[in-house]
């Protein structure tokens, strides 16, 4: 079983940058690639960034060019920095891996 842990959420005024993390319980973090998701009430879960095992990213439409996700193999911790914020950024941000088998509790973002 992977413990996934977010932190570095919070509320933040538009146009400024937060960076979110998540803590990886697999010793074996490096392997895998790693995504990052959000979701506000009444709407679905959706796709924010991917981050694969050989360094390759994938972003959304919605965050391409003011997000960016990175890794630190040797702190289990993949992050999301998010910069130029809007309101439309406002979130759950959650952390996935292993093909979404395993989820983190979430980080909520409030952009206002």
């Known amino acids: 079983h992977v413990q996934l842990v977010e932190s570095g959420g919070g509320s933040i005024q538009v146009g400024r940058s937060l960076t979110v993390a998540c803590r990886s319980s697999?010793?074996?973090?490096?392997?895998?690639?790693m995504g990052w998701f959000r979701q506000v009430p009444g709407k679905e879960r959706e796709g924010v960034a991917t981050?694969?095992?050989?360094?390759?990213?994938a972003y959304a439409d919605s965050v391409k060019g003011r997000f960016r996700v990175f890794r630190d193999n040797a702190k289990n911790t993949v992050y999301l920095q998010m910069n130029s914020l809007k309101p439309e950024d406002t979130a759950v941000y959650y952390c996935?891996?292993?093909?979404?088998?395993?989820w983190g509790q979430g980080t909520q973002v409030t952009v206002s």
């Open positions: 996935t891996t292993q093909g979404f088998e395993y």
């Open positions: 697999n010793v074996r973090f490096g392997r895998y690639c």
């Open positions: 981050l694969a095992d050989d360094g390759k990213t």
